[in-house]
C-alpha cells in the first residue's frame, strides 16, 4: 500500500512509510486541517474485505479511543472508507524500546524509570477493564522526551465485554507474540485473565535488564520455543531484577503479582526515579498565581461534616434531614399511596428504607427527586446538590468509574463482602431504592445518588454504586418520582483574573464533553460561562499571566460546522473543531460589571490590557516546626519554574525543602488538597537533579530538574 504515500485521504496527506506488521502498515501523515503531523496505522488491502479481521482492527481503534493516559498513544480519528480502513493516533517522534534497548546500554536507573511508566500504562488498560495480551518491547513507543507509551491494542480483550462483537477470539485460539506469550496463552484451554499482562511484563523486564530475550528464537522452531515457555524457568539475569522477573513469569498464574500495583511495590526504587502516573504540562510561569477576588455565596459554615476529595468537599455521609433550608418540613411518605401521589403530583418526599428510622440511622433519608429540585433548597447552607459535572469530576479523579467504585464504597455493609477499600474516604453505603410504586428495594446491595441535572423532561442523572463490581455506573434512566440518596457538596469559592473586560478562573474545572461543560460552567452561578472563541483567544494570549493552563485543547462557546464546537489549543495556539463528545479542558469566564469594563478594540476582540488588582495572601495553614503551608497546589511544573512560582507570591514563599518536604507529607491529611503525586523540593541533588517526594508512599528521590512535578510553596513564621 506504499501508493498511499503522497496521497491525500480525507484531511490526511500520507508522508511515508514508519512501521509495518503482519496486518496493518503505520504511515507518517499530515493533518492538513490542524497542520500536524500524525501518525496512521492502516489495515493492509489484502485484510481489509475479511470481515472478522476488519472487525477486531475497527474494535482496538475503538477501545484506544476510549484510553486516556499520558503513557498510552491516543486515537483521535478514525477512517473508514472502502478499502480503506484506518485510525488516526497522535504522532510520538521516536523509537519502540525494543530498538532503544538495542542501541542503548541501559543502567538501573534508566530500566526502572522505563518500565515503571510501563506498569503505568498497563495499570491504567486493567483499570479500565481490558488485557492487552500482546505485551512486547515493539509495542512500548519512547519519545525523545524519554515519556514511554503503550501501542496496539489489537488483540486486547475487554473482561466487561465478553460477547464475539468485542473480543473477536475465542480461548482456544493463540492469541500474542510467541517469545512474550504466557504459559495459558500458549496452552490456550482457558480464557486469560490480567495475570496474562504480568506475566509478560516480566518478560519484557528481562528484555530491558539484558538487551534481549531470555528464549533464542535462532535455530528453535515454534514447537520448541514454546516448550520452553511452559516448562523451562526464565534464566537468571544475576541482578537485583531476579526474583522480581521470577514471581512474575511463575509458569502457575496463582504464584504471580496479583495487580500492576503489587507487581511496582517490588522494584526498589533507593534514589531512582519513579515516573509519574500523568504528565501534565511543563514549565507554566505563574507570575501573578495569587492575584484573587473571592467571594462568599453564603456567610454561614455548612453544619455538616465535609471531607476533601481532590478539589471537591463532599459531605461524608448521606444526607438526613426533614426540613429544607428555610425550616419547612419536607413531607416524609410512609405508606405507598402517600409515596405514589407525591411523585404524581410532582411533590417532595421523604422516607426510610423500609419505613425503619434504624435505617435512617445508618443510611440517611431517601429523597425523590422533587425535593432535590425544588427552590427552597434541600442542601444545607453553603452546600449543594452535586450536579451531573460534579458527579463526573469526582470520578475522574479517582481514576475514572471503572477504577473509583471500590475507592468510593464502604470497607463493610455490601452484602456477598463485595466491600470496597474507601481509599477516597466516600465512604458510599448501600442504602437501596424506593421505587415509584413505593417498593422498598436492594438494601446492603447498591447505593443510588442523585445529582441536580435533568436529561429531557423525566428522567435525571445518578451515580449508583453495586455489591458485584467495583464501578461507578452514571445513568439517567430513572423516573424523578424514586427515592435514592443524596450527598452534598460545598460550594465553590470562587478564585478569578481581570483580564481586558474578561474576569477569568484561575483554575480548569476539568476535562469534559460540551455539554458537560457548559453545565459545570452553569454550576457556578452568577453569569459564569464558557468564553467565545474570541474570548479563548484573548486566554491563550494571556495565559502565562492567568496561570495554570495544560498544554491542551480548551472548549469554547461557539458552535462549528458539522456539530463541531470551535475549540483552542494551548500548546500551539491552533483553532480547532472538536466533535461535542470529546473531552476538552473547561476555563469559565464572565464579563466585568459594566463600570469596570475598559474600551473595546477592533473586530477582533477586546484590547489585551491588564487590570491592577489587588494581591491576596494564599490559603495558608501553620504547622509544626514554624512552617506556614498553602492548602492548594500551585499545579505541576519543572524545578527552576517550580522556584519562580514559589517567590511570584512574595510575602517570604518558597519551595520547602527536603525535609520541610517531609514535614507536609506527614501531616499530609491535616493540610489537605494534596495529591497521590510527587511534589518537588528546594534541596538541589548531584549535578543537575533536585530532591522530590511520593505523596502516595513517601519516599523521596532524586532526579533532573527539567522532570515536572506537583508545587505545595511554605513559608517560616
Known amino acids: 500500500m506504499e501508493d498511499l504515500i503522497g496521497q491525500t485521504l480525507e484531511k490526511y496527506t500520507f508522508k511515508k512509510v514508519i512501521g509495518e506488521g503482519g496486518m496493518a502498515i503505520v504511515y507518517l501523515a499530515h493533518d492538513n486541517k490542524f497542520n500536524t503531523d500524525v501518525a496512521i496505522k492502516v489495515l493492509k488491502l489484502e485484510f481489509a474485505n475479511n470481515q472478522n479481521i476488519r472487525k477486531r ?357 455490601w452484602q456477598n463482602n463485595g466491600n470496597g477499600n474507601n481509599k477516597s474516604g466516600f465512604s458510599g453505603l448501600p442504602g437501596g431504592i424506593r421505587t415509584t410504586n413505593g417498593a422498598f428495594k436492594n438494601i446492603g446491595a447498591n447505593g443510588n445518588w442523585w445529582s441536580s441535572t435533568q436529561d429531557g423532561t423525566n428522567d435525571v442523572w445518578f451515580r449508583y454504586l453495586d455489591y458485584d463490581n467495583g464501578n461507578v455506573v452514571r445513568n439517567n434512566d430513572i423516573n424523578k418520582g424514586n427515592g435514592f440518596s443524596v450527598r452534598c457538596i460545598r460550594d465553590l469559592t470562587i478564585e478569578y483574573i481581570i483580564i481586558g473586560n474578561l474576569e477569568v478562573m484561575t483554575k480548569d474545572l476539568g476535562q469534559l464533553n460540551w455539554k458537560e461543560a457548559n453545565e459545570a460552567c452553569k454550576v457556578l452561578g452568577d453569569r459564569w460561562r464558557l468564553p467565545t472563541k474570541n474570548e479563548l483567544n484573548i486566554l491563550h494570549e494571556n495565559r502565562i499571566e492567568i496561570g495554570g493552563f495544560e498544554s491542551r485543547g480548551y472548549w469554547s462557546s461557539t458552535e462549528g460546522s458539522n456539530d463541531g464546537v470551535c475549540g483552542q489549543s494551548f500548546l500551539d495556539g491552533n483553532h480547532v473543531i472538536y466533535y461535542e463528545d470529546y473531552s476538552v479542558f473547561v476555563r469559565a469566564v464572565r464579563v466585568s460589571n459594566p463600570q469596570n469594563r475598559l474600551k473595546i478594540g477592533d473586530k477582533n476582540g477586546p484590547t489585551k490590557i491588564l487590570i491592577p488588582v489587588i494581591k491576596i495572601e494564599p490559603e495558608s495553614i501553620p504547622i509544626e516546626n514554624h512552617l506556614v503551608v498553602m492548602t492548594e497546589d500551585l499545579g505541576e511544573m519543572n524545578w527552576v519554574t517550580a522556584k519562580k512560582a514559589c517567590e511570584a507570591l512574595g510575602n517570604g514563599w518558597r519551595l520547602p525543602t527536603k525535609n520541610e518536604l517531609n514535614i507536609l507529607y506527614q501531616n499530609r491529611n491535616k493540610i489537605g488538597g494534596f495529591r497521590d503525586s510527587y511534589y518537588w523540593s528546594s534541596s538541589a541533588g548531584s549535578n543537575d537533579d533536585a530532591w522530590y517526594q511520593s505523596f502516595y508512599r513517601g519516599n523521596t528521590y532524586n532526579y533532573s530538574k527539567d522532570s515536572t512535578y506537583r508545587v505545595r510553596a511554605v513559608r517560616s513564621f
Open 57 to 413: 482492527f475497527l474494535a482496538e481503534a475503538k477501545s484506544m479511543y476510549k484510553m486516556s493516559h499520558s503513557n498510552i498513544v491516543k486515537v483521535t480519528d478514525l477512517i473508514d472508507a472502502g478499502d480503506i480502513v484506518a485510525f488516526v493516533m497522535e504522532f510520538i517522534p521516536g523509537d519502540t524500546i525494543n530498538d532503544y534497548v538495542k542501541s542503548n546500554k541501559l543502567d538501573t536507573k534508566e530500566i526502572k524509570k522505563i518500565f515503571l511508566e510501563m506498569l503505568d500504562s498497563v495499570e491504567y488498560a486493567h483499570q479500565a477493564g481490558y488485557i492487552h495480551r500482546d505485551i512486547k518491547p515493539s509495542n512500548f513507543m519512547i519519545a525523545k522526551s524519554g515519556k514511554v507509551s503503550l501501542l496496539d491494542f489489537g488483540i486486547a480483550k475487554n473482561t466487561d465485554l465478553e460477547s464475539d462483537e468485542y473480543t473477536h477470539t475465542r480461548h482456544t485460539q493463540q492469541m500474542g507474540t510467541p517469545s512474550y506469550m504466557s504459559p495459558e496463552q500458549i496452552e490456550a484451554t482457558k480464557p486469560v485473565t490480567y495475570a496474562t499482562d504480568i506475566y509478560s511484563l516480566g518478560v519484557v523486564l528481562y528484555f530491558l535488564v539484558q538487551g534481549k530475550g531470555p528464549y533464542s528464537t535462532t535455530g528453535n522452531s515454534l514447537y520448541e520455543l514454546q516448550s520452553k515457555i511452559i516448562n523451562e524457568p526464565i534464566p537468571l539475569t544475576h541482578t537485583e531484577f531476579d526474583p522480581i522477573i521470577s514471581k512474575a513469569t511463575s509458569k502457575n498464574e496463582n504464584n504471580r503479582f496479583k495487580t500492576i500495583d503489587e507487581f511496582r511495590k517490588d522494584i526498589k526504587i533507593d534514589e531512582e526515579i519513579k515516573p509519574k502516573k500523568y504528565r501534565l504540562m511543563a514549565g507554566v510561569l505563574f507570575l501573578l498565581i495569587s492575584i484573587f477576588i473571592i467571594f462568599f455565596l453564603f456567610n454561614k459554615k455548612p453544619e455538616v461534616e465535609f471531607i476533601r476529595i481532590g478539589q471537591q468537599e463532599w459531605t461524608s455521609k448521606n444526607l438526613d434531614v426533614a426540613t429544607f433550608r428555610n425550616d419547612d418540613s419536607i413531607p416524609e411518605a410512609k405508606t405507598r399511596e402517600a409515596w405514589v401521589k407525591a411523585g404524581e403530583d410532582g411533590k417532595p418526599a421523604w422516607c426510610y428504607h423500609d419505613n425503619d428510622p434504624e435505617n435512617g440511622d445508618k443510611y440517611g433519608k431517601l429523597y425523590n427527586w422533587y425535593a432535590v429540585n425544588d427552590p427552597r433548597g434541600l442542601a444545607p447552607r453553603g452546600s449543594h446538590i452535586p450536579s451531573d459535572a460534579e458527579w463526573t469530576k469526582l470520578t475522574d479523579y479517582l481514576g475514572r468509574e471503572a477504577a473509583a467504585g471500590n475507592k468510593m464504597k464502604s470497607k463493610d455493609g
